[in-house]
């Protein structure tokens, strides 16, 4: 491995160092004791690795439910996974994407403290998986070697800061502050969540006030209420997949609706565990931020992944994940009627975006807004997937491609200018 390799991929590239050498940096910056240097350091690192295990958690749930989903109604497609087909890039685009990521990292910083736009994207894995599809994109188009780089820098750099800034309004009625911003390219889809939520529905219909019968109150525990509802998603897809599949294929012989309750509170358990890391993230990185704000970046945001906002409103985390499949499900259907190859609602991408999108469109829209601009999110993670295939050229032919929104409207005009000018 490369110098270069080692510095973009393993450091750059580790969303918890990332962060971590911004604390590091920012609690420098103030001159703070090498105590507290060293606890808020490590406390934001820990904080990002237990909100990255909590995702493990639920990524290695959810592909045991997808298993049983595809054997159940026997889905053949393509399916959504930005680790898959990065991992996939890689083998091709590897050197370009680490140089794109180098300089739109700088580029960032650059933006951060010349423009308006004050804001340091923090996400490294969504920073990589963008750099990703930019190279890919671009060399596909014909464009290589050092316009490539330039091209694909300032057209990430300029993302990083304007992916953010479109969402803030929306980030400031949803935590009541200014003081952290959106680092996630799923970005389109909660923008147009929020939009929607004001169009149809009432913020003071908040979904965190669902009212619920004493008798219920035990529901009123997110983790709980998580808990019984993928109980039963997971039962009845089981049910569906048959004894025979878990018990052979996932299971290792456990009882097949054993395994799906258990499964189930899985699910839950890395829902409570993103939820604390978040907490920890976030009473460590914001302080800690205030250095560079002051000194490299003055008034500088930190960009956080999308599990930041979850916290804020659970009962929409869980509408939304629903909403977001269930729009998921019906494009399925309407996909090949369009021409267009078949979308398999990957369960990843609709929990994070559309847990995150039910959260916007509940600041805006309250309860009618959390489960119609959901909804509106998971047809745009169905149909942007779909119409982004043709301009990845040879990557367009494997079974899986980008997920998450940004990525296919980034993707679909990037490709068409290109080609345009060819």
């Known amino acids: ?80 996974n930005n680790e898959a087909i990065v991992a996939l890039a890689q083998e091709t685009f590897g050197t370009e994407t680490a140089m794109i990521m180098l300089f739109g990292m700088l580029v960032n910083i650059l933006l951060a403290r010349f423009t308006p736009f004050k804001y340091i994207f923090l996400t490294g894995h969504h920073t990589l998986f963008m750099a990703c599809l930019i190279a890919v994109i671009l060399i596909t188009g014909g464009i290589t070697g050092i316009p490539m780089v330039i091209i694909g820098s300032l057209l990430l750099g300029a993302l ?28 389109v889809g909660y923008l147009v969540s929020g939009a929607i939520g004001k169009l149809v529905g009432d913020p003071k219909k908040s979904t965190e006030e669902i009212k619920v019968p004493k008798s219920l109150g035990f529901l009123r525990d997110t983790s709980v209420s998580v808990a019984l509802t993928m109980t039963i998603l997971f039962v009845v897809v089981a049910v569906a997949a048959g004894a025979g599949f878990v018990e052979s294929e996932l299971s290792d012989g456990q009882n097949f609706l054993v395994y799906a309750l258990l499964q189930a509170i899985i699910f839950a358990a890395g829902v409570y565990i993103i939820l ?25 945001i930190p960009a956080l992944d999308a599990p930041t906002v979850f916290p804020f409103a659970s009962n929409a985390v869980v509408i939304g994940f629903f909403s977001s499949f269930v729009a998921g499900l019906l494009a399925m259907f309407i996909l090949p009627m369009l021409g267009l190859r078949v979308i398999v609602p990957g369960l990843v991408p609709h929990f994070f975006t559309g847990a995150a999108a039910g959260v916007f469109g509940n600041a805006t829209g309250g309860r009618r807004g959390a489960i119609v601009g959901a909804f509106a999110n998971g047809l745009l993670i169905s149909f942007l997937p779909a119409l982004l295939l043709p301009v990845l050229g040879s990557l367009g032919f494997q079974g899986t491609t980008f997920g998450d929104a940004d990525f296919g409207i980034v993707g679909i005009i990037l490709g068409n200018i290109i080609s345009f000018f060819r």
């Open 1 to 80: 491995m490369s110098m270069l390799d080692f510095i973009m991929l393993d450091i750059l590239g580790t969303p918890a160092i990332l962060v971590g050498l911004f604390a590091l940096f920012g609690l420098l910056l103030q001159k703070k004791a090498i105590a507290d240097v060293v606890s808020g350091t490590l406390k934001t690192i820990m904080g990002f690795l237990i909100l990255e295990a909590g995702a493990g958690i639920l990524i290695g749930s959810l592909d045991s439910f997808g298993a049983m989903f595809d054997q159940a109604f026997n889905l053949q497609g393509v399916i959504p």
């Open 276 to 300: 604390a890391g978040v907490r920890i993230l976030l009473s460590e990185i914001v302080p800690a931020f205030k250095g560079i704000a002051d000194k490299a970046v003055p008034n500088a």
């Open 160 to 187: 990083m800061v304007l992916s953010p800034a479109m969402l803030q309004p929306y980030m400031r009625k949803i935590t009541g502050s200014n003081d952290v911003a959106m680092g996630h390219f799923g970005s």
